[in-house]
């Protein structure tokens, strides 16, 4: 008999032991599970890793791509002054926006989740419309609003300068909106009741409960919504392509250098530029969602709303009005425009710019409705082809024993995308898919692209979604499968899936609608012929057929607005399905 | 064929020297056991000490660093779980929330493409077994948590594995819950005669359903041996004082192997202690055995205590005691109401205390260094 250690101190045998292990025979379905491994790995590295590295080369080699230059190019960026400008601008943008943004989400989620002000489910709806349209039309209607033939400028007077910063901002603000609103409302619902009733049976005032009980505890969510919009705003390629005019930001310069001056060098370098802040606020995200899921106990009491005093109910509530109020009129003036004949010359009702389609001077028969089913196909198989990799990805990661370093790497490169602009990833994929030496050339100029890079613009999220998902359920499904001889994929479909088939929706639903809207990764993949909508909003601004990129603009709208509502059908469905098993 | 190697070859599972470390931790240290078929055994120990990690290697849901396992005397070491022959029940239950009862207990016989009908009869029969005929069609959250751990059992039972492991299964469950399935676990196994290890960490669980009882300190064994054995006489201080109550008192060794000195008592052991002169010692009594008030003439090991505190649990007084001499030593006796109305036990008395020299053990103090 012998003393006893604590089993933190390693015996000499032991630490011998420590890496060794006894390995286990490998059986058929091991190795079914290990080439899947290889072939996500395969699928991450050739869309992802392969081109961000290949974009990152071409930035250290010449202009005509010949010779290798080394930095040369950031040199000349940082020493031109016409250049380097665009990432101030890119800067001062992003954190204007990002400031303005948090503060008016912030009131917002905090009307609509801790007052009885009325009206808050249809405020909470109306504030999240902005995400059912590409990020250019809200600046095509700031035009139409506030530009210099606006209706905002022409009965007032005033012009307030919309084309530059100003405009650039309001469209940010308008589009990051929603995103940080989501956010906030979360955190803020997640309030712990007992702290309220600790601080009020102390006594302490309003305004000092707000101080140190409200604001301590959104703190993380603060946080990630101001490193969300400032991401949102300074990648956005849409409305500063529109509104900007002689204001370059990053995103517009590298459309600029790329597709305007053919200088593709260039082009990457301030790609990687662009790369730069992204990472970093994506890193930042990172380290403040993990403390976040830190703070959060298992059992909150959750804090319901409370009536406020009534001059503050009536503040909030004329701030809730304005902002909806606003939002609706935008898409007032979305309607407006797309059914008038000239804005604002001759404001006669027509139907015709949903018949006729010009763009680049060619007329396509069918007009914006062929556009449209272009956006449906391109949105339907990115949605099929991303969830279910997405979902099958994270359900590899997660639900694997052993293969602890591969795993590892697998997710961190399952949420890089988060961090890549869309313009970047575009320009990247360009940069390797439009080389024929490439075996896969042959995607070039097709659907299957686009789609594959909407995938990939949008990866992390629904990949954090599943995962999160996933490490719900008892990790001990796959030990009792096991133990009952079943193999991996009859419990992954039987059972998993099942599971986490609300999960699997919302993810699909979440690819769907932004597949409808994306355009900055697009904008360097598409051919004549098979522009998106999102796209095509954006070439008939340029082409100054402003009215159909009013009416396709509405189209994409109504189409999301439709699809959220056959989803949400199916969610119902779903739940009806597994009520069942839920109930107790 | 000597003796020990047959009874070798005669053993059901054998555990041969296994380790397991996490990084720096050693979850699992040079572990060797034994257990025949049909034997119920328990993996007793405080959180953290390896049973689990024990458990799960011996399913195969862990690998090993060094070791071997044989089951029936088949080699298992490297087989994955869906090769190797056992069922298993985790604490959660583990259902599968999206299938019926029936269709959970049927998982198992699926995978081995029976007969539909083999599948429904089967099925029939354990839903009996576990007694619960009638909530074959019921979805697991419609089940209470005792009938969930009883399909749950259902399931692994179903493919009649040789080896049936049960990690924590009633830790989930209430007190009242859990008192009646865990005889109903025993008999269900006695019945079948399926060998069965059982990982806890509630002592009075292992007490009632083990045949044999394996206490785990750190990744080793500290104890193995019958309920009543381990009860009665802890090898270790850590097992004394894991498994029931435990008083311990400071003290030295006397010149005879059979007495121990306490403070200014010289208190004998009828187990001789075999230590040399002088040493220090812990003398460990376990509160239902000082006897307290009114001693015999004649009685050894008689001391007189001072009642500090008086505890009213219900069924019986406890009583908190310090001995004239040892005044930082607490003693903790149990008392029964009658005896305490009849010797007027109060506050602030002082009263002779006997601890009998067979329920007395005496440990070296360098052992007291494994204690929790």
Known sequence: MTTTDLPTKTTPAAKNLQRKRVRQKVSAEDILRRGLFVLLAAWLFVFLIWPLYRSLARSMYDKAGEEFVGIANYVKYFTTASTAVSLRHSFNIALVSMVITVTLAFIFAYAITRTTIPGRPFLHAVARLPMFVPSLVQALVFIYMFGNNGIFTRATGFNIGLYGPVGIVMSEVFYAFPHALIILVAALSMADARLYEAAQSLRASSARIFFTVTLPSVRYGLMSAAFVVFTLAITDFGAPKVVGGDYDVLATDIYNKVVGQQDFAMGATISTLLLVPTMVAFVLDRIVQRRQLAQVTADITPLGPKRHSPLTQFVLLSFCVLVAVFIISTYGVVIVGAFTKYWPYDLSFTTRHFTRFYVAGAHHKGGSFIILWNSIKMATVATIAGTFIVFSSAYLIEKTRGLNWARSILYLLSITPLAVPGMVLGLSYVFLFNDPKTPFNFLYGTMGIMAISTIFHYYTVPFLTASTALKQMDPEFESIGESLEAPFYRTFFRVTVPVALPAVISIAMYFFLNALVTISALVFLFVPGKEVASLAVMLLDDAGESAQAMALSLLIFLTGLASRGIFYLLTRGVEARTQAWKQR | ?372
Do not use: W
């Not at chain 2, 994955?80 to 999206?98: C, E, K, T, W």
């Not at chain 2, 506050?347 to 020299?357: A, E, H, I, N, Y």
């Open chain 2, 1 to 372: 064929m000597n003796d020990t190697e047959k009874s070798e070859l005669e053993q059901y599972l054998r555990i041969i020297n296994v380790t397991k470390t996490f990084g720096e931790l050693v979850a699992v240290d040079d572990f060797s056991l034994d257990i025949q078929e049909g034997e119920f055994v328990c993996l007793l120990g405080p959180s953290g000490c390896g049973k689990t990690t024990l458990l799960r290697m011996i399913a195969g849901l862990e690998e090993q660093n060094a070791g071997d396992l044989y089951q029936a005397g088949k080699n298992i070491s490297r087989l994955p779980p869906h090769q190797r022959d056992f069922g298993i029940v985790f604490q959660s239950y583990a259902l599968f929330p999206n299938l019926t009862a029936t269709q959970n207990i049927a998982y198992g016989l699926e995978s081995r493409k029976l007969p539909r009908k083999q599948i429904a009869d089967r099925v029939t029969e354990l839903l009996n077994l576990v007694g619960l005929p009638d909530v074959g069609h019921k979805y697991p959250s419609q089940l209470s948590g005792g009938q969930q751990q009883r399909i749950a059992l259902a399931r692994a039972l179903a493919p009649s594995p040789g080896l049936m492991l049960l990690d924590e299964p009633l830790s989930a469950l209430d007190a009242r819950v859990r008192v009646t399935l865990r005889l109903e676990i025993k008999h269900l196994q006695k019945r079948l005669g399926i060998t069965t290890i059982l990982v806890t960490h509630d002592q009075e669980e292992a007490l009632v359903m083990a045949d044999r009882i394996v206490v785990m300190n750190a990744g080793r064994i500290e104890q193995v041996g019958r309920p009543e054995e381990i009860y009665r006489s802890p090898a270790t201080p850590f097992v004394a004082d894991f498994v029931g109550v435990m008083n311990f008192l400071p003290g030295f060794t006397e010149q005879e192997s059979d007495s121990v000195r306490c403070g200014s008592f010289k208190l004998h052991c009828a187990e001789p202690h075999n230590l040399s002169v002088g040493e220090k010692v812990s003398l460990a009594v376990r509160p239902e055995d000082v006897r307290v008030g009114a001693a015999n003439d004649g009685d050894s090991n008689v001391v007189p205590g001072h009642i500090d505190e008086v505890e009213f649990l219900g069924s019986f007084y406890r009583l908190t005691i310090h001995l004239e001499g040892l005044e930082d030593a607490r003693l903790v006796a149990e008392v029964s109401i009658n005896r305490m109305r009849d010797l007027e036990i109060d506050v602030g008395k002082t009263l002779p205390v006997r601890l009998p020299p067979d329920l007395v053990r005496v440990y070296p103090s360098e052992m007291m260094g494994g204690m929790a």
